[in-house]
T-cell receptor, first 112, second 109 residues
Framework: DADVTQTPRNRITKTGKRIMLECSQT?????MYWYRQDPGLGLRLIYY???????NKGEISDGYSVSRQAQAKFSLSLESAIPNQTALYFC???????????FGSGTRLTVV | GIQVEQSPPDLILQEGANSTLRCNFS?????LQWFHQNPWGQLINLFY???GTKQNGRLSATTVATERYSLLYISSSQTTDSGVYFC???????????FGTGTRLQVFP
């Protein structure tokens, strides 16, 4: 099994729908992150969490929310999806500040 | 905020050629890292290189933190090296990695 698992791998949804992307990890890391990748823009940080009771906004948190259900699980929600949220979404974990990052395989989300 | 610029944005090589990818950052960063995203989208950490030089097979990386840049060298490139290469650095004490926009490498046989 992968160290960081993202579900679903691909998703097409309609504008206005609520959607949740899930991430689970077996690394035992406290730190978890959600990134968004758009062509030509690299990866941008949406939200991050350093433990179960800690949630922080990243660069582009508007339109997104997260839930840290357990050390191993970190979910990203789009409350009302819009087409410009079409992107590749990555979950990542790390064990030390800025070090030892492991990425999931990504979720390709298309909003139509 | 911090800016991480990568050059060149695109690179096309024939198998066997060597290349150098550059990463410039606008402010002091900690924990400079290089990642490779393969054509299937998977991100793999290549180097953790806050300073100095490291080598791993045909790849090596050098970071000169005082001059705010890092270089990734690929020697004797292979088609499996194709993909996008990202550098990323952490703002001082923020525990967040900021990614550059990437260099897209295509290696042809």
């Amino acid at each position: 099994d992968a160290d960081v698992t993202q579900t679903p791998r691909n998703r097409i949804t309609k504008t206005g729908k609520r959607i949740m992307l899930e991430c689970s990890q077996t690394k035992g890391h406290d730190r978890m992150y959600w990134y968004r990748q758009d062509p030509g823009l690299g990866l941008r940080l949406i939200y991050y969490s350093f433990d179960v009771k800690d949630i922080n906004k990243g660069e582009i948190s508007d339109g997104y929310s997260v839930s840290r259900q357990a050390q191993a699980k970190f979910s990203l929600s789009l409350e009302s999806a819009i087409p410009n949220q079409t992107a590749l979404y990555f979950c990542a974990t790390s064990d030390l500040p800025g070090y030892g990052y492991t990425f999931g395989s990504g979720t390709r989300l298309t909003v139509v | 905020g911090i800016q991480v610029e990568q050059s060149p944005p695109d690179l096309i090589l024939q198998e066997g050629a060597n290349s150098t990818l550059r990463c410039n950052f606008s402010d002091s960063v900690n924990n400079l890292q290089w990642f490779h995203q393969n054509p299937w989208g998977q991100l793999i950490n290549l180097f953790y290189i806050p300073s100095g030089t490291k080598q791993n097979g045909r790849l090596s990386a050098t970071t000169v933190a005082t001059e705010r840049y890092s270089l990734l060298y690929i020697s004797s490139s292979q088609t499996t090296d194709s993909g996008v290469y990202f550098c990323a650095g952490e703002y001082y004490n923020t525990d967040k990695l900021i990614f550059g926009t990437g260099t897209r490498l295509q290696v042809f046989p």
